[in-house]
Structure formats: structure tokens, C-alpha cells
């Protein structure tokens, strides 16, 4: 197998979102969870996504996962190395976007790296190196009450170079309009004078073609879902991809009992627990009680097990920014979020114990921590339930699983995902 294209994502509802959107594009993509034991089966491919929980951990550890994800993407050939970060930049000033970046081009041997989160079907646009969400920037978006990353600062190139080595640049949106040599000698200029890595704007999809054809040109890039469509659009132009029809038959229906996590506390998270209300049973975790030692994850298996035989129910954290911030000031930001995630995966597990074989999980750090406990080790990419969403199916055992970035998706979300697993 010699890959087109290896990506590394920083976490797995990302990597699910970049390989939905690969192969929307044509091109054949497996998402494995963490990097892959030698012996793994994988299907012919032109991409692989190695999903990484590595956003949220210290740096030096997350630059030694990807490293290691790099050596095993480049053993397969792969022609070009993509960091799948969030289109919402989410980071912090220690890592951990600058601290892998610089250390994947150091070693593949890269002056500079073209970085976007642009992902302009999600609305998320970068304008003179400031990202907006929606008609909003960054600082003004739900994202700025993030619980573990708030996004105070919309200027990333401000934001990259408090987390790099190196100075940090640009390349605006009118050097994008003159095409991908423009942008190339951008990059050249400017790491000719010692930048090692340039925010790139983009706001329409056309603007991440333009990025990818000049990206692939070098070794390594950095970005959300949009680069990774403007790299694919470059692989097949180039005709070093023949696209692939979106992948179609994924098997046979599983059927049984389905259930819903939910651990993100964004907004849209918010509102699509508050909309499946209507349609299935909802447990809301008490944060204070798991926090304080209770056995709120047993409790909430025990509600489940009455229920799940009769309809999917769903199982929530999520809670609005004040109460998230209470309980981060009385139990710390990090140990809450991990006590959660651990009761998160908890719950999953003791339901796939009840026979659930059709999940669905919202919430970028809680998926990693399901999946983990799952012992997940691929997916293959179904249709898409919502821009950045799609169906999964495990290579190794029958179930359907969606892993949702709590961004994304519509208010009525989890009903969609759930028509879309048989
Ligand atoms: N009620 C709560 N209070 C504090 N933290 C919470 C609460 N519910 C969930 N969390 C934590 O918030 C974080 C949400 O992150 P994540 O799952 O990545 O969601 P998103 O996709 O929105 O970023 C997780 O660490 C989760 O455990
Ligand atoms: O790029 C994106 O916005 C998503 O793919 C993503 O990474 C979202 O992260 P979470 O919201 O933490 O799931």
C-alpha cells in the first residue's frame, strides 16, 4: 500500500470529520484509532487518518505521538503529511498545534508549513489571519467558554507564534487569489527570512484549492477538514488519486439497542440535547455528585438498562458555561474533564455490555475517551449524517458508531444519526 495521503489528527471526532471529507472527495480512506499495530488489516487505500487523542495533553507528548504516527504514515509512502487540527484552532499557549507542527517539518526537512483551519462549508473562514465562525470572530464565538481550551484571541498568527518556535506569518487572501505559485513563493519569501510556518486565509472552497495544489508541494501542512479537500481536489488534478465513488455498502443492518453520549458543552451540543428530549429518554449527570466519588455512571447504567430495550436513550454531562465553570472552580479544569470523560467511557462500555451496538458520542475529548475504552481499532467511513459527521463502521466487529465534534450537526442530530445506523 502506498498512501497519497497521511494524516494525523489530533483528536478523533476531528479525524472522523477529515476522513468523511476525504472521501466525499474520492479518495479511499480509513480512520485507525491511535497508530496502527503492524499486523492491522487495512483495505487498499489512498489515505489513512491515524486519529490521536493528542489535543489536549502536554506538548512533548503530543509532538512523541505524532512523530510516531509520522514514521508509520512515511513507511507506507505517504506523499504528503497533514496535522488535522480543529477548525476552531483549538489550542492553548503551550501546544499544541505550534510544538507538532515545528516538529514534523523539522523532520521531514521543511523550511515552513502552510497552517489553515479554514472550513468554509462548516463556516469557519480566516480573513488576514483572523478566523471567524460564522459571522462572528473566534473570540466572540461560543468557542471563547471552551472547558478546556477557550479561544480568547482571533488572530492565529498572533495565536500559532505564542505556541512555536519560530516567527509566524502570512499569506492573505489577495496572494491566494493569484494561485498556487503565488502562494508558493510566499512561503519561500517568507521562509527565507526565517518564518517557519504561515496562517493562510481562505474563504471560499475555491481558496482551499488553491492551498492544497500549494501545499503538496512541500512535505507537510497544517489544518482542518478544508485543507485536507483543497489537498485531495490537488492529488486527483494531479492524477496521483483516481477518485473513488463514495463508499457505499458498508455491510449488512446490525440493528439492536442504540444509545447517545453527550459530553460537549458547546452550544449546538446544548441545543440538540434539548431537542432529542422530545424523541428519547435523556439522563442529565450530576457533575458534582460523580465528582464528589457517587456512583453516577452506575446509576445512569441502571437507568439505561430499564429503557434501552424499548429505544435509543441518551446520557449527558453537557452543561451551559456558568455551571461549567463552578464545577471547574470547586474540582479543577483538568481533573473535572477527566473525571467525566472516565465516566463517559464508563457508561459506554457497560452499555455495549446491554448489547448496544449503534452509538453515537458528541464531544471531541469524550469520543477519545469511548473509543479508547472500546477498544476501537479502525473505522471505514459511512455516509454523512451532518457537514463534518459521518457514519462509522469498525473494521474488526459489527457496530456503527458517529463520533460528533460538539460543533457540529443540526438541532435534531442525534435522531439523524441513528436513521443512518441500521
Ligand atoms: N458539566 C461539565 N462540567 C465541566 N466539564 C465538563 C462537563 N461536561 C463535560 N465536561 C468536559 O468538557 C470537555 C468537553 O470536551 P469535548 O468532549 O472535546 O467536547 P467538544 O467537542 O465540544 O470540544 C470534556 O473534557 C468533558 O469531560
Ligand atoms: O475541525 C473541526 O472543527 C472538527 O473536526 C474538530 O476537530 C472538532 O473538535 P471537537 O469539537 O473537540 O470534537
Known amino acids: 500500500m502506498t498512501l497519497a495521503l497521511g494524516c494525523i489528527a489530533d483528536d478523533y471526532t476531528g ?3 477529515l476522513a468523511n ?22 483495505p487498499e487505500v489512498d489515505a489513512v487518518v491515524v486519529s490521536l487523542k493528542s489535543r489536549s495533553i502536554p506538548a512533548e507528548e503530543a509532538v512523541a505521538r505524532s512523530r510516531e504516527a509520522a514514521a508509520w504514515l512515511n513507511a507506507r509512502g505517504a506523499g504528503h503529511l497533514l496535522f488535522k487540527v480543529c477548525s476552531t484552532f483549538d489550542s492553548t499557549d503551550a501546544g499544541n498545534i505550534g510544538p507538532v507542527t515545528d516538529a514534523l517539518r523539522a523532520d521531514a526537512g521543511e523550511a515552513i508549513a502552510l497552517v489553515t483551519p479554514a472550513f468554509p462549508e462548516t463556516a469557519r473562514t480566516v480573513y488576514l489571519g483572523h478566523l471567524f465562525v460564522g459571522a462572528v470572530p473566534l473570540h466572540e464565538s461560543p468557542l471563547k467558554d471552551h472547558p478546556l481550551n477557550p479561544m480568547r484571541d482571533s488572530n492565529l498568527v498572533r495565536v500559532l507564534a505564542r505556541q512555536s518556535r519560530a516567527p509566524v506569518g502570512l499569506v492573505d487572501l489577495a496572494t491566494v487569489a493569484g494561485g498556487a505559485e503565488a502562494v508558493s513563493a510566499r512561503l519561500d519569501a517568507l521562509a527565507e527570512g526565517g518564518t517557519g510556518a504561515a496562517i493562510a486565509d481562505a474563504v471560499l472552497d475555491r481558496d482551499l484549492a488553491v492551498l492544497g495544489a500549494a501545499a ?3 512535505k507537510v501542512s497544517t489544518g482542518a477538514s478544508g485543507l485536507g479537500l483543497g489537498l485531495a481536489r490537488a492529488l486527483v488534478a494531479a492524477g496521483r488519486v483516481a477518485p473513488a465513488a463514495a463508499q457505499g455498502d458498508l455491510g449488512p443492518a446490525i440493528g439492536g439497542p442504540a444509545a447517545c453520549l453527550a459530553g460537549s458543552c458547546s452550544q449546538a ?3 440538540q440535547i ?9 439522563r442529565r449527570l450530576d457533575p458534582a455528585r460523580l465528582l464528589s466519588g457517587e456512583d453516577e455512571a452506575g446509576a445512569a447504567l441502571a437507568w439505561a438498562g430499564e429503557r434501552i430495550g424499548d429505544g435509543p436513550v441518551l446520557i449527558a454531562s453537557s452543561a451551559g458555561p456558568e455551571d461549567v465553570a463552578a464545577v471547574q472552580a470547586r474540582y479543577g479544569r483538568d481533573a473535572a474533564g477527566h473525571a467525566i470523560e472516565a ?3 464508563r457508561i459506554a462500555e457497560g452499555l455495549v455490555a446491554h448489547g448496544v451496538r449503534r452509538l453515537v458520542v458528541a464531544g471531541g475529548e469524550t469520543s477519545g475517551a469511548v473509543v479508547d475504552r472500546l477498544g476501537l481499532p479502525a473505522f471505514r467511513v459511512g455516509p454523512e449524517i451532518a457537514a463534518g459527521v459521518p457514519v462509522l463502521r469498525t473494521t474488526d466487529r459489527d457496530m456503527w458508531l458517529a463520533l460528533k465534534s460538539g460543533n457540529f450537526g443540526g438541532p435534531d442530530f442525534f435522531a439523524d444519526a441513528l436513521r443512518l445506523m441500521p
Open 15 to 17: 479525524a472522523s470529520d
Open 21 to 42: 471529507t476525504l472521501t466525499k472527495a474520492g479518495l479511499r480512506t480509513v480512520q485507525t484509532i491511535g497508530v496502527p499495530a503492524a499486523d492491522l488489516a487495512l
Open 216 to 218: 503538496l508541494t512541500r
Open 269 to 271: 451540543t446544548l441545543g
Open 274 to 282: 434539548a431537542k432529542a428530549e422530545a424523541v428519547m429518554p435523556v
Open 343 to 345: 465516566a463517559m467511557a
